[in-house]
C-alpha cells in the first residue's frame, strides 16, 4: 500500500494590468508567478496571497476567481523541498511598481500576443495558456 504524499498547498496570482500579466522568473525552477505556499497559522487565502504578492513584488491586487491548478515538486538544490500543489487565480492590479524580492532575478509583463515566447512546456506556462483562451 502507497503511504500518503505529504504535499503544501500554494497560490499563484495572475495579475492583469491592462490586459497584460506579470510574469517572473525564478533562477532555479524558470517560469513562475507571484505567490507561494500558505504558511503554517494563516486561515484566510486571500489575506495569505495578498502577502506574498507584497512580499515578492510589491504590488497591492485585488484577488478573483480560481481558474487553474497543478502541482510542482522542487528540484533538489531549491530551498524548498517537496512538492506542492498549486492553485491559480485571476487577480487585477491595483497599485505599485514591480520591486522583487530576491527569490526572483526578472520579471515580464506579457499580453495575449507576446507570451508564446515563454513557452518552456512547464505546468506553469500550461496555466498562463489556459488564463490567456479563457479570456478570449
Known sequence: MDKDKLMYVGQKAFIDRNGEILVLMDPKIGLDFPGGKIQEGETSLN???KREVREETNLEIKIGDAFATWSFEFPPDHRNKGAVFLVGYK???????????????????????????????????????KYFDLET
Do not use: M, P
Request: some cysteine; proline content about 0%; aromatic content about 14%.
Open 47 to 49: 489575506d495569505s496571497l
Open 91 to 129: 487577480c487585477t492590479y491595483i497599485s505599485g511598481e514591480v520591486e522583487l524580492s530576491d527569490e526572483h532575478n526578472n520579471f515580464r509583463w506579457v499580453t495575449k500576443d507576446t507570451y508564446h515566447d515563454l513557452d518552456d512546456r512547464s505546468e506553469y506556462f500550461q496555466a498562463l495558456d
